[in-house]
Nanobody
Framework: QVPLVESGGGSVQAGGSLRLSCDAS????????MAWFRQIPGKERELVAN???????TYSDSVKGRFTISRDKSKATVDLQMNDLLTEDTARYYC???????????????WGQGTQVTVSS
């Protein structure tokens, strides 16, 4: 039912780092467009980063230079390395996928359950 499973969330001090991992071993489209989103209660879900079939990446302006999305085909994971964390990065982070080679503005039909990231000052 849910082929994407996030892990790696937790609590960290501002300026610290976390690495989130999306286990996509059961997801048939894991080598296509994949993405990380985040959501704060009461706000719209925000695209953080995505990666396409050629491992080309895009990032939200708010995380550029601090976050890195990557794909590890040997582990069948899509990871999000988060450095220089800010309190504003506090959110629930979700892994998402779609049956498309390239990432567009289309809604993602496949989602994990999310993992919480809390950054304290």
């Amino acid at each position: 039912q849910v082929p994407l499973v996030e892990s790696g969330g937790g609590s960290v001090q501002a300026g610290g780092s976390l690495r989130l991992s999306c286990d996509a071993s059961r997801f048939i489209y894991r080598n296509l467009c994949m993405a990380w989103f985040r959501q704060i209660p009461g706000k719209e879900r925000e695209l953080v980063a995505n990666i396409d079939i050629g491992d080309r990446t895009t990032y939200s302006d708010s995380v550029k230079g601090r976050f890195t999305i990557s794909r590890d085909k040997s582990k069948a994971t899509v990871d999000l390395q988060m450095n220089d964390l800010l309190t504003e990065d506090t959110a629930r982070y979700y892994c998402a996928g779609i049956n498309m080679k390239f990432c567009t503005g289309r809604p993602f039909p496949y989602w994990g359950q999310g993992t919480q990231v809390t950054v304290s000052s």
